[in-house]
């Protein structure tokens, strides 16, 4: 396909991250260059390859866990942990030794053993076709970069020179490179490849940055330095605008931060719909940061606190006092208002170093959330004794994720039950993730065991399609807008009518399905915390008595 040229041209991708942003095209071309240092004519040694791969990979571990602390400061704690399974990647033990193996059985070098061993990590877990292989791809590309860098002593990145305030367009994102996206103040971001759920969209939505995925052909399409309008609202990308076109732009970006403004203003007010049904918006979390976010932008509680920032990059399994101590430092800023805590959402595509891999056919339909916990006890008990541990400072309520059977809930609630009992404690409500269509056609057989339910929308919509969020192939699937979740949640509602359901998965912050929700008897919502102030203002805005279109 031919370059656009210098006449406007409108181009529809698919929007990971909302908002509206203008500037200069900047094409990006080399982030997965990556070099090494091996010269064919020096004299070959084994042991010495070895040992530079050792060397390089205990300083990028020390550079992993700066980042992570850097990420964690500056963006989000959970996605600190993205690096923190990075290096818990590079330090796996069967890694180690494949790339030792490589180097003394291939005679080859350091930097040559790196690229040809994570990329058949890369393609073993493509194969897996999990629900985040995509991704774990991603991350052992990362890793593989930057590996190969430190072992050529490379310091910088490709990412470190792009302009400030610039549209950045390049074929995908890695981890690494979406840090350098807030110190450039980067507009907005243009990809080929990038999904709903990958880490793409999680950092850019975090950092507040649009971004548009699915335009093929990107770097051969886009002339460099040309101007772009990136409406990430409706995932329309404007090429070479004529200055009518730039001029009514510029006046909804005016007028999309006016709204953001007011909505910012009421945030800590109440949501009401206009005919007086009050709804409850509350923020999910990972941290002490996310927490203090979710404060300030009045969130009314903690709809889904994630504990998988704690297991990920260790090398033992967080004990009781541990987790205790993070999850008061956390939540110390909600005492009196109603928190969620989900346990362990962990299983096999996700690497434990104290667990290794856990290799399976299909990660996916594998050991997960609860089906792990039911394999090893041991981590759920060690949950269950430090959430009881709070139960005297905060209303607490327990979620269990992966729920697919009602002796699923039934082995957590026996487990719960005999903690509380042994410390004559009164249990905390227990509520069930709905995240498979199994879960929502039996709902009525798991009511008798919980207080509540909450839909995981995400995993429920891949499920329910059989597709992949992470996999670009089949994103023609995974629409969680479809009637098809609207439906299953409407059933779980018409079997159990009484019983109290949430959204906690990504549908809740879609402004435009919220008035759906609500009418299909949802009354709490759990979005990203930067999020709570506009679905509290789209709330407002909602008349439950009116009809649906």
Same mark, same amino acid.
Request: glycine letters at 6%; aromatic letters at 6%; hydrophobic letters at 40%.
């Given at each position: 396909?031919?370059?656009?040229?210098?006449?406007?041209?409108?181009?529809?991708?698919?929007?990971?991250?909302?908002?509206?942003?203008?500037?200069?095209?900047? +094409?990006? =071309?080399?982030?997965?260059?990556?070099?090494?240092?091996?010269?064919?004519?020096?004299?070959?040694?084994?042991?010495?390859?070895?040992?530079?791969? /050792?060397?390089?990979?205990?300083?990028?571990?020390?550079?992993?866990?700066?980042?992570?602390?850097?990420? &964690?400061?500056?963006?989000?704690?959970?996605?600190?942990?993205?690096?923190?399974?990075?290096?818990?990647?590079? @330090?796996?033990?069967?890694?180690?030794?494949?790339?030792?193996?490589?180097?003394?059985?291939?005679?080859?070098?350091?930097?040559?053993?790196?690229?040809?061993v994570f990329l058949r990590w890369e393609k073993r877990f493509l194969q897996m076709e999990s629900i985040i292989a995509r991704e774990k791809g991603e991350d052992?590309?990362?890793?593989?970069?930057?590996?190969?860098?430190?072992?050529?002593?490379?310091?910088?990145?490709?990412?470190?020179?792009?302009?400030?305030?610039?549209?950045?367009?390049?074929?995908?994102?890695?981890?690494?490179?979406?840090?350098? %996206?807030?110190?450039?103040?980067?507009?907005?971001?243009?990809?080929?490849?990038?999904?709903?759920?990958?880490?793409? !969209?999680?950092?850019?939505?975090?950092?507040?940055?649009?971004?548009?995925?699915? #335009?093929?052909?990107?770097?051969?399409? +886009?002339?460099?330095?040309?101007?772009?309008?990136?409406?990430?609202?409706?995932?329309? %990308?404007?090429?070479?605008?004529?200055?009518?076109?730039?001029?009514?732009?510029?006046?909804?970006?005016?007028?999309?931060? @006016?709204?953001?403004?007011?909505?910012?203003?009421?945030?800590?007010?109440?949501?009401?719909?206009?005919?007086?049904?009050?709804?409850?918006?509350?923020?999910?979390?990972?941290?002490?940061?996310?927490? @203090? #976010?979710?404060?300030?932008?009045?969130?009314?509680?903690?709809?889904?606190?994630?504990?998988?920032?704690?297991?990920?990059?260790?090398?033992?399994?967080?004990?009781?006092?541990?987790?205790?101590?993070?999850?008061?430092?956390?939540?110390?800023?909600?005492?009196?208002?109603?928190?969620?805590?989900?346990?362990?959402?962990?299983? *096999?595509?996700?690497?434990?170093?104290?667990?290794?891999?856990?290799?399976?056919? @299909?990660?996916?339909?594998?050991?997960?959330?609860?089906?792990?916990?039911?394999?090893?006890?041991?981590? +759920?008990?060690?949950?269950? &004794?430090?959430?009881?541990?709070?139960?005297?400072?905060?209303?607490?309520?327990?979620?269990?994720?992966?729920?697919?059977?009602?002796?699923?809930?039934?082995?957590?609630?026996?487990?719960?039950?005999?903690?509380?009992?042994?410390?004559?404690?009164?249990?905390?409500?227990?509520?069930?993730?709905? &995240?498979?269509?199994?879960?929502?056609?039996?709902?009525?057989?798991?009511?008798?065991?919980?207080?509540?339910?909450?839909?995981?929308?995400?995993?429920?919509?891949?499920?329910?399609?059989?597709? /992949?969020? &992470?996999?670009?192939?089949?994103?023609?699937?995974?629409?969680?807008?479809?009637?098809?979740?609207? =439906?299953?949640?409407?059933?779980?509602?018409?079997?159990?009518?009484?019983?109290?359901?949430?959204?906690?998965?990504?549908?809740?912050?879609?402004?435009? !399905?919220? !008035?759906?929700?609500?009418?299909?008897?949802?009354? *709490? +919502?759990?979005?990203?915390?930067?999020?709570?102030? *506009?679905?509290?203002?789209?709330?407002?805005?909602?008349?439950?008595? *009116?009809?649906?279109?």
């Open positions: 396909m031919n370059t656009i040229s210098g006449e406007t041209n409108i181009i529809r991708g698919f929007s990971i991250s909302p908002g509206l942003a203008e500037g200069q095209i900047y +094409l990006h =071309r080399d982030i997965f260059d990556a070099k090494d240092s091996f010269s064919q004519t020096e004299t070959y040694n084994a042991d010495a390859e070895v040992d530079r791969l /050792d060397r390089a990979t205990l300083k990028i571990t020390e550079d992993l866990l700066t980042l992570a602390a850097r990420v &964690e400061k500056e963006i989000d704690i959970q996605l600190a942990g993205v690096f923190g399974a990075h290096s818990a990647i590079v @330090n796996d033990a069967l890694l180690k030794e494949e790339l030792r193996r490589e180097i003394i059985e291939n005679l080859v070098s350091a930097g040559s053993a790196v690229k040809s052992f590309r990362d890793i593989s970069i930057r590996l190969r860098n430190a072992l050529a002593n490379v310091t910088g990145h490709a990412l470190e020179n792009i302009p400030p305030g610039c549209i950045l367009a390049t074929q995908r994102l890695l981890p690494t490179d979406t840090l350098f %996206l807030a110190s450039r103040s980067t507009s907005g971001v243009l990809l080929e490849y990038g999904t709903m759920g990958s880490h793409a !969209a999680l950092f850019t939505r975090q950092m507040n940055v649009p971004c548009i995925t699915g #335009i093929s052909n990107i770097l051969n399409i +886009l002339p460099a330095d040309g101007y772009a309008l990136v409406d990430a609202q409706d995932s329309i %990308l404007t090429v070479n605008p004529d200055l009518q076109a730039r001029t009514f732009f510029s006046a909804r970006i005016k007028q999309y931060a @006016n709204d953001l403004k007011l909505a910012k203003k009421n945030s800590q007010l109440p949501s009401f719909t206009e005919d007086g049904i009050e709804v409850a918006v509350n923020a999910n979390i990972g941290g002490k940061e996310d927490a @203090n #976010i979710a404060l300030e932008h009045g969130a009314q509680g903690i709809g889904l606190y994630r504990l998988e920032q704690f297991y990920i990059g260790r090398s033992v399994p967080p004990n009781k006092m541990e987790l205790l101590e993070e999850m008061n430092e956390t939540l110390s800023a909600f005492k009196g208002k109603p928190v969620c805590i989900r346990l362990l959402d962990i299983g *096999s595509d996700k690497p434990l170093p104290f667990m290794g891999f856990l290799t399976e056919p @299909n990660p996916a339909l594998g050991r997960r959330g609860v089906r792990l916990m039911r394999q090893f006890p041991e981590l +759920l008990y060690t949950q269950l &004794e430090a959430i009881l541990c709070l139960v005297k400072d905060y209303t607490v309520q327990i979620l269990i994720p992966m729920v697919t059977i009602p002796d699923d809930v039934l082995f957590v609630r026996k487990a719960l039950t005999k903690l509380a009992s042994q410390h004559d404690i009164t249990p905390p409500q227990l509520g069930a993730m709905i &995240e498979t269509p199994a879960a929502a056609l039996s709902a009525s057989r798991i009511a008798p065991h919980v207080e509540f339910m909450s839909f995981g929308t995400n995993d429920l919509t891949q499920y329910a399609f059989a597709a /992949d969020r &992470e996999n670009i192939e089949v994103e023609d699937y995974y629409d969680d807008t479809s009637a098809v979740i609207f =439906r299953l949640i409407e059933l779980v509602h018409h079997d159990i009518p009484k019983m109290p359901l949430s959204i906690c998965g990504e549908l809740a912050g879609r402004q435009e !399905a919220i !008035a759906h929700l609500l009418k299909l008897g949802i009354r *709490s +919502l759990s979005v990203a915390a930067p999020l709570v102030p *506009s679905v509290k203002e789209t709330i407002r805005n909602t008349n439950l008595a *009116s009809k649906m279109v």
